[in-house]
């Protein structure tokens, strides 16, 4: 998948390649092969599944393997029918691609493109039913020489009896679902003041779950929710104008009042952060987790639901750039006159 911006007014990411999740292809697996190292809780670092697959060729005929797209074949209509849900206005946002990376089995990505005034960017979205414990989702994109700041990105959620298209997520804490984004963020929020980084940002987590913190006040409480920011200890710097491989993965609590459920992160086949019972240490500073060796304690993990029916059960592959993201991009900008953004 690649992304990109010319004058302010465009973002644009290519993507190809994805295993139960796309960009430039997408696949989605509810297992993974693991290391001793990682399956004694140990951080890992590999290819997991795709090591055995050279250029990625082949890989949907492996059994753990529950979904894949390669856009290698089809128009955007009939992709859209694949997924179940797409989202390119006017025909102007997705366009395909001969761009692919070093390796690839593949001769196509699709491109996403937000034009400012005219559209928000796009998507493609996936319902799997029953849905799954533990789904990782890997993908390769792109951001274009030009890309600024977006808004949202691609997302693993569940529900239960989820509709076919996306849902809303923003304001409220979630009771009946739960969603985690792997996301360009504009800085690291582990200090005070926040450090920032160049667009498109650094990697991290946007998640929504139940027992998810309010910005509104120091320890968390208030009434107003939005996505709690997980985010390695040394920042992840996202570059311009390169193929990157993202993998992620969520596993739900085993019972409804058990907080073991975790989420973990890799870039390039080296793991990012894994946020499990235990794996890390840190404190919660209003809606961000920061990581803190000396002042924190142990993360307790996520009790992703109380109702054992809902599943990891829906891949939103999504391309979302606000008027918000535009004006902080033109701030940016402004600011580093050097920097290129358009």
Known sequence: MKMGSK????????????????????WLFPQRQ????????????GLGIAAKYPGDAGIERDPAVVFTEN???????EIGKRWGEIKNKDGKVMAFSADVPAGSSGKRSIQM????????????????RPGYELLYCRFYVKFAADH??????????????????????????HTKSFSTGIEPSDASRHTYPWKPFPPP??????????????????????TSFYGNNFEPKR??????????????????????????????????????????????KGYWMRDCYRLDDEKGKPFEGYCWRRDMQITVNKLWL???????AFKHNDDYAAKHPNFTIS
Not at 71 to 77: D, L
Not at 210 to 222: F, Y
């Open 7 to 26: 004058l302010s007014r465009n973002m644009t990411i290519m993507a190809v390649g994805a295993v139960a999740l796309g960009l430039l292809g997408a």
């Open 34 to 45: 693991v290391s001793s190292q990682e399956r004694s809780g140990g951080p890992s670092e």
């Open 71 to 77: 856009f290698e074949s089809g128009t955007f209509e």
């Open 113 to 128: 493109t937000a034009t400012r005034g005219e559209n928000d960017g796009g998507h493609l979205f996936k319902v799997f």
């Open 148 to 173: 600024g700041f977006n808004h949202h990105f691609v997302k693993l959620q569940g529900s239960a009896n989820p509709p076919r298209w996306p849902e809303g997520e923003a304001g409220y804490r």
């Open 201 to 222: 940002g650094i990697w991290h987590f946007y998640t929504y779950w139940l027992d998810m913190r309010s910005w509104q006040n120091p320890d968390g409480t208030g």
């Open 235 to 280: 920042p992840v710097a996202i570059p311009r104008d390169q193929w990157i491989c993202v993998e992620f993965m969520a596993k739900l609590n085993s019972a409804a009042d058990k907080t073991d459920g975790e989420q973990a992160f890799w870039i390039d086949g080296q793991l990012a952060e894994r946020f499990a019972p235990g794996s890390v």
């Open 318 to 324: 999504l391309h979302y750039v606000t008027e918000k």
